[in-house]
Nanobody, 113 residues
Framework: QVQVVESGGGLVQPGGSLRLSCAASGITFSLTAFGWYRQAPGKEREWVADITSRGGANLADSAKGRFTISRDNAKKTVDLQMNSLTPEDTAVYYC???????WGQGTQVTVSS
């Protein structure tokens, strides 16, 4: 059974940073690509970043220059380092292993002064 658990969200002031982490089980982690997505209130879920099984990363335009996605196959985690946060980054952030239908419960990120 595939399970995904996101963590690391919270309340941060504009300009601040957060590091989100995604732990996955029930899959061959090292062979699986992952994506981070977010859903703001009243908006559709949108793609933020993804990372291939070999560590190749892609970022949405809104994330470029501010966010970094990385993975640790030994720990079976995928992290999203978010810097220079703005109120527009407020959303529930989700991690998803590519090729699987499983979504985690998400972690809330709120950027506010």
């Amino acid at each position: 059974q595939v399970q995904v658990v996101e963590s690391g969200g919270g309340l941060v002031q504009p300009g601040g940073s957060l590091r989100l982490s995604c732990a996955a089980s029930g899959i061959t982690f090292s062979l699986t690509a992952f994506g981070w997505y977010r859903q703001a209130p009243g908006k559709e879920r949108e793609w933020v970043a993804d990372i291939t099984s070999r560590g190749g990363a892609n970022l949405a335009d809104s994330a470029k220059g501010r966010f970094t996605i990385s993975r640790d196959n030994a720990k079976k985690t995928v992290d999203l380092q978010m810097n220079s946060l703005t109120p527009e980054d407020t959303a529930v952030y989700y991690c998803k292993p590519q090729g699987f239908r499983t979504w985690g419960q998400g972690t809330q990120v709120t950027v506010s002064s």
